[in-house]
């Protein structure tokens, strides 16, 4: 069956379209004639109040109705045409003005009613209303007057008029696919019927019908997605398949023991909640969320200890080159020495190298397997994978762990983020997972000074670093964001790096790591500066996960206006890892008032959860997750950081719908159609 119906033709067969609107349709998003139904408007402007013409004042946009009188054209010089059409109600008259549009003459008949909307101008006792909205009275639906009016994100070439009538239009020839949820949770929860709310959020007869619509909207996207977290979560668990792991052995308490520190309170207490699942018969599905330096990947490191020592072997997926390397190494230093063999896996590996990793990860010939995406391509086989550990989880969709989950069987699955999010958007992201927080740092670590200044601070700036690296410490500088293209951040990058080896640092050993940059020759300059030979490493954002270097104590961040708080704090993150008192010096000369105060907030809090709160509520919710960040699928309607509510009833009705079998055989149908592919392969059996 095909939830949609109708709802899945192409746009360019509804009468009025054709193939050049629906050409230009796309760049909306928009192909099908669904796409169109749930092209909702972005706001709503009420003109349902009527005032006559003698009560309107110089106050934004106003309506009112009355009947045309004559129509003047005149041309007051070269290239202008003026048409002015004149109107009047009971109370009094209006004049209507148009600049270069003649084709209102050819439109104009007198005696006919009109609805207006505008905005008004009194002058010398006139009203007059400048490129008003117009619309005849002629017993047809009013659309763009006299209504509460719908809003559309629009472009170029589609403008709300045209909008507005096509989709009326559609709403009323195409029938809309009925009510999917089951009637419990319709009962329960107070919604609405679904077509009536489809017609409600396009054409409102009043406020409280509209926010009706819209609450059933969004429960319905909130309640969809959460059906499809919980029932992940929901057939993971019950398969009861799952590895059963033993108590800690030998391996493990060497593993343990040969640690340099001891683990803090949280960490220990992540850890139990990982042990505890690992020896229990059903997969674990947990998430360890903890601030960036909160030592998560040593908890990695013995969660794969166990496996190993349980026969099994584990994979570990990172979204960079640069972290799969340094989580090999790291790994590599920890585990080695017991006896473990492990080996990376990237896209940078030759063929024959790979062709090699690929066999011993088969044969069963190696214990670990670091990598990046190149993990979760089809050649690659496990003999025995027991554990699978995502980390950086937000930079990887569902179906990605999935499919990673998916090379063994019912693995243990650990997925670890040092991006911090509020608790509600935890419950959208990763609704399907248990979470263990880890919140403390590691003793010893001092607070990072944090500073925000003006360029013309930099001299001073550069000084302190040269002093610092005097001092045996080493320093990042990072280069502005260019979203838009690596190849231009490179390139200034670069710029920079030249500029400053002659200058400010030319008795300094500098190096430079961009995303343009060949991965052996990535790998070079990060290997330099582990090791201290390069001390000051100028870097684009490649830097920003992963990478662990204790002894560097500096981080000067220019064009720092253009990050996001939480990209700011992942890259503040790098320093600050040592005994060393670290310093990041945020460089920027937007006077805007509102990044003045962004700034300030880096300044002022370290707490990651607290700065990722302030991060949300700055920059709503798609901003936060960014353009490079993936892990959630697009909502059409629902806000997650204003409906928080209604998301939290949705997961309420989403557990009931779940836990019955017959009445998830319902929403089932719809959820394929819908998320199937955000959420993969997890409903294909
Ligand atoms: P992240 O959570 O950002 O992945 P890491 O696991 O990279 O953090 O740990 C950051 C640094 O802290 C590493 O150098 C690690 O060895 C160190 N570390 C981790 N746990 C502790 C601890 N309990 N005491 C002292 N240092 C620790
Ligand atoms: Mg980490």
């Not at 549009?101 to 209303?129: D, H, M």
């Not at 200044?453 to 005097?470: H, L, N, P």
Request: proline share 4%; charged share 25%; net charge positive.
């Amino acid at each position: 069956m095909n939830f949609l119906g109708d709802l899945s033709t192409n746009v360019k067969y509804i009468k009025g379209v054709g193939p050049a609107k629906a050409n230009i349709l796309t760049k909306l998003n928009i192909f099908t004639i669904g796409d169109l139904v749930e092209h909702y408007p972005r706001r709503y402007e009420d003109r349902s109040k009527l005032n006559p013409i003698s009560k309107l004042v110089n106050a934004g946009v106003q309506t009112f109705r009355a009947t045309t009188v004559n129509c003047q054209e005149t041309k007051p010089r070269r290239g202008l045409t003026l048409t002015k059409v004149t109107v009047q109600d009971s109370s009094g008259f209006a004049q209507l003005v148009w600049f270069n549009q003649p084709y209102i003459k050819k439109w104009f008949k007198p005696g006919s009613e009109l609805i207006i909307s505008g905005k008004v101008e009194r002058k010398f006792g006139q009203v007059q209303i400048t490129r008003p909205e117009i619309e005849a009275l002629d017993g047809s639906d009013l659309l763009h007057t006299g209504r509460i009016v719908p809003i559309y994100p629009a472009s170029e070439n589609v403008g709300q008029r045209w909008l507005r009538a096509i989709i009326h239009q559609v709403l009323g020839e195409y029938s809309l696919p009925g009510e999917f949820l089951p009637p419990v949770i319709v009962k329960e929860f107070g919604l609405i019927d679904r077509r009536m709310a489809i017609r409600t959020i396009h054409f409102p007869e009043d406020q409280s019908s509209l926010a009706a619509a819209r609450r059933r909207l969004v429960f319905e996207e909130l309640y969809l997605l959460q059906c499809g977290l919980l029932f992940s979560k929901r057939k993971n668990q019950q398969s009861n398949k799952g590895i059963k792991h033993s108590a800690d052995g030998e391996l493990v308490n060497k593993m343990k023991a040969s640690l340099p520190f001891t683990l803090t309170q949280d960490q220990q207490a992540s850890l139990r909640d990982i042990t505890a699942d690992m020896e229990d018969t059903t997969a674990m599905q947990r998430l360890v969320q903890g601030d960036v330096g909160s030592g998560k990947t040593v908890l990695a490191a013995i969660a794969l200890t166990k496996t190993v020592e349980n026969g099994y072997q584990g994979a570990m997926m990172a979204p960079t080159e640069i972290l799969a390397e340094q989580h090999y190494h790291t790994l590599a230093q920890l585990l080695a020495p017991m006896g473990i063999r492990i080996a990376v896996l990237t896209g940078r590996l030759t063929r024959r190298i790979r062709q090699e990793v690929l066999a011993r990860a088969k044969d069963g010939l190696v214990d670990i397997v670091v990598g990046t995406h190149a993990l979760i391509q089809e050649d690659v086989e496990f003999k025995q994978l027991g554990l699978v550990i995502t980390d950086e989880q937000h930079r990887f969709g569902v179906n990605q762990r999935a499919l990673l989950t998916a090379k063994g069987q019912t693995p243990d699955v650990l997925v670890m983020t040092a991006t911090p999010i509020p608790r509600t958007m935890a419950l959208t992201v990763y609704g399907d997972l248990d979470v263990s927080v880890i919140r403390q740092l590691p003793p010893g670590r001092k607070p990072i000074k944090t500073y925000a200044v003006g360029s013309e601070m930099r001299q001073r700036i550069y000084t302190f670093i040269a002093k610092e690296v005097k001092a045996g410490r080493q320093a990042y500088v990072v280069c502005p964001l260019v979203e838009e293209s690596e190849k231009l951040e490179a390139k200034a990058a670069v710029q920079m790096y030249e500029q400053l080896k002659v200058t400010y640092f030319k008795d300094i050993s500098c190096g430079i790591v961009h995303g343009k940059m060949k991965s052996q020759e990535k790998d070079n300059v990060m290997n330099d500066f582990y090791s201290g030979e390069i001390k000051v490493l100028v870097a684009t954002t490649v830097i920003e996960v992963g990478v662990n270097v204790p002894n560097a104590s500096v981080m000067a961040i220019e064009g720092a206006d253009r990050f996001g708080l939480a990209q700011l704090h992942q890259l503040r993150g790098r320093i600050g890892r040592g005994e060393h008192q670290s310093y990041c010096i945020l460089l920027s000369d937007n006077q805007n008032q509102e990044t003045k105060d962004r700034l300030d907030i880096m300044v002022k809090i370290s707490d990651g959860f607290e700065l990722a709160e302030k991060d949300l509520l700055l920059r709503g919710p798609g901003q936060f997750f960014g353009t490079r960040q993936h892990g959630m699928p697009d909502l059409k309607i629902a806000d997650i950081v204003q409906d928080t509510e209604i998301l939290l009833e949705a997961r309420t009705a989403a557990k009931q719908t779940v836990a019955d079998s017959q009445e998830f055989q319902l929403v089932r149908t719809v959820l394929t159609a819908r998320l199937g592919d955000y959420f993969g392969m997890i409903f294909n059996n």
